[in-house]
């Protein structure tokens, strides 16, 4: 099975890459040349439709994006340039020269802000709170349209094997080993999955060809704050330099209840996704 894998230099893109390498045949691009890998812009629907024309895949996943939610927030029309038409020009060309590409697209647990924080949302329960948000499911919403797609809205920790970008836990271990202040919202609720589990299932989802909208996160929640001090036990350090503070939907424009249910993904692929304090136990042998 061939598998290209979109923004492979990214955090998520770089960490499928290494896994999925183990039982597929996997190639990457990126929309900045790399000698390694493809160069792909998503952008240019010419470029795309050159690429695919030269270039057959059973398997497209793309991890691409602009994930910076203040970047998003401030400028909605790059928001929309790299997670709404990026994606609706993959998708159209897809359709007109490989249609039958099974493709995969990352979006994120910010589509959901459950007034009830601690509570789950279920696929259905949208409530868009900003512009990265909308984005984000704005992208979603261009592709309905393909018939053999999979959604898959997301949130996840461990250690990043990119070059260019950490993941949310190495931030925090980075700067607890500096005894570096760090300041965590307490009443955001999410519940992020390691990435390791993460590309087990993703696996499962491309030998089974499951398509859908799917949550894929652990199966239950936690606050920022509380993810934060579990972080630095797990790692034997300090909880002394971690600080909580309330965030405020006007002022930081974030979703406070993110926590997702997993019920849908764990029923289609007859498997158990792990708690996420077990999941965060993974951390110790990043």
């Known amino acids: 099975?061939?598998?290209?894998?979109?923004?492979?230099?990214?955090?998520?893109?770089?960490?499928?890459?290494?896994?999925?390498?183990?039982?597929?045949?996997?190639?990457?691009?990126?929309?900045?040349?790399?000698?390694?890998?493809?160069?792909?812009?998503?952008?240019?629907?010419?470029?795309?439709?050159?690429?695919?024309?030269?270039?057959?895949?059973?398997?497209?996943?793309?991890?691409?994006?602009?994930?910076?939610?203040?970047?998003?927030?401030?400028?909605?029309?790059?928001?929309?340039?790299?997670?709404?038409?990026?994606?609706?020009?993959?998708?159209?060309?897809l359709n007109k020269i490989s249609p039958k590409t099974h493709l995969i697209h990352f979006s994120t647990d910010q589509v959901y802000n459950n007034n009830i924080a601690i509570k789950s949302n279920k696929e259905t329960n949208i409530n868009i709170s900003n512009n990265y948000s909308k984005s984000k499911y704005l992208g979603e919403l261009s592709i309905d349209f393909y018939k053999r797609k999979t959604i898959l809205r997301t949130n996840f920790f461990g250690k990043s094997l990119s070059?260019?970008?950490?993941?949310?836990?190495?931030?925090?271990?980075?700067?607890?080993?500096?005894?570096?202040?760090?300041?965590?919202?307490?009443?955001?609720?999410?519940?992020?999955?390691?990435?390791?589990?993460?590309?087990?299932?993703?696996?499962?989802?491309?030998?089974?060809?499951?398509?859908?909208?799917?949550?894929?996160?652990?199966?239950?929640g936690l606050s920022k704050y509380e993810f934060s001090k579990k972080i630095a036990k797990i790692n034997n350090l300090s909880t002394k330099y971690i600080f909580p503070y309330l965030s405020k939907k006007k002022l930081h424009q974030r979703p406070n209840g993110t926590i997702m249910c997993i019920k849908k993904i764990e029923k289609k692929l007859k498997i158990k996704i792990p708690s996420l304090e077990k999941s965060l136990m993974n951390l110790k042998s990043d």
């Open 163 to 220: 070059s260019i970008k950490l993941s949310y836990s190495d931030y925090l271990i980075k700067n607890l080993k500096k005894k570096k202040n760090i300041k965590v919202p307490s009443n955001i609720y999410f519940s992020p999955i390691h990435m390791s589990y993460l590309s087990y299932i993703l696996k499962k989802i491309i030998i089974n060809k499951i398509y859908g909208i799917y949550n894929l996160g652990s199966s239950t």
């Open 1 to 93: 099975m061939k598998i290209l894998i979109i923004g492979v230099r990214g955090l998520l893109g770089s960490f499928l890459y290494l896994k999925l390498k183990k039982n597929f045949r996997v190639f990457g691009s990126s929309r900045y040349y790399n000698k390694n890998f493809y160069k792909l812009n998503l952008n240019n629907r010419l470029n795309i439709h050159k690429f695919l024309t030269n270039n057959n895949f059973d398997v497209i996943i793309n991890t691409s994006g602009l994930i910076d939610v203040d970047k998003c927030n401030k400028n909605f029309y790059m928001a929309k340039k790299f997670n709404t038409w990026s994606i609706k020009n993959l998708s159209n060309e």
